[in-house]
């Protein structure tokens, strides 16, 4: 079965700390897609990245970073110099290329982040 | 629309009143997924659409829940009989294709039973 794990429910850092966020899954297919979003107060999901299962460089995007490493079923997620406004809920979701489940996802219980002034 | 709408943005409803909710997705996108996301946790599947077609439903948690999709645009889940367990934030999500490209969720609907 699918499954997705943060252990972190919650961290509390400083602003301009570095802080990293866990995500393991679980999955039988050899063809998946792992997903980062994040969920403001104002409920919205919002996309913040997409890998598939065959590609795991990682990315870096502004202060964004992610650690794809499939010996560890692991999704790492990176926030450098960390600002107010990324306070948050962040969620780690995994979806297979089932035909007929187009891509639903599975998500994992999500890891609330406050960054203090 | 620019991204996807759903309606209402908060209902409130006594135990055992009928609810409907209802989604607007991008246009164009085939695919069409509700999910329910209950306080302190991740959103979980309910049911999938692709175009009018209910492909997958194995995330509905009892029979009192009922989705459509009858002209492969609009679509609205319906909750009988409700119970004080069926409180969550109700999420809609569109994607342009089947594989989950594109996907773009709405802002929810928070239901309260009381």
């Known amino acids: 079965a699918q499954k997705v794990t943060q252990a972190q429910t919650e961290i509390s850092v400083v602003e301009k700390e570095d802080v990293t966020l866990d995500c393991v899954y679980e999955t039988r297919d050899t063809t998946y897609y792992l997903f980062w979003y994040k969920q403001p107060p104002s409920g919205e999901l919002v996309f913040l990245i997409r890998?598939?299962?065959?590609?795991?460089q990682n990315e870096i995007s502004g202060r964004y970073s992610w650690n794809f490493q499939k010996s560890t079923s692991s999704f790492n997620f990176t926030i450098t110099a960390s600002q107010v406004v990324d306070s948050a809920v962040y969620f780690c979701a995994l979806s297979e290329t089932t035909y007929n489940q187009g891509g639903k996802l599975i998500f994992g219980q999500g890891t609330e982040l406050s960054v203090k002034p | 629309g620019a991204g996807v709408s759903q309606s209402p943005r908060y209902k409130v409803a006594k135990r055992g009143q009928d609810v409907a909710l209802r989604c607007d997705p991008i246009s164009g996108h085939v695919s069409l997924f509700w999910y329910q996301q209950a306080l302190g946790q991740g959103p979980e599947f309910l049911t999938y659409?692709?175009?009018?077609?209910?492909?997958?439903k194995s995330g509905l948690p009892s029979d009192r829940f009922f989705a459509e999709r009858p002209e492969g645009s609009v679509s609205t889940l319906k909750i009988q009989r409700t119970q004080q367990e069926d409180s969550a934030v109700y999420l809609c999500a569109s994607s342009l294709d089947n594989q989950g490209f594109g996907y773009t969720f709405g802002s929810g609907t928070r239901l309260t039973v009381v």
């Open positions: 659409f692709q175009n009018e077609a209910q492909l997958d």
């Open positions: 890998r598939n299962s065959f590609d795991e």
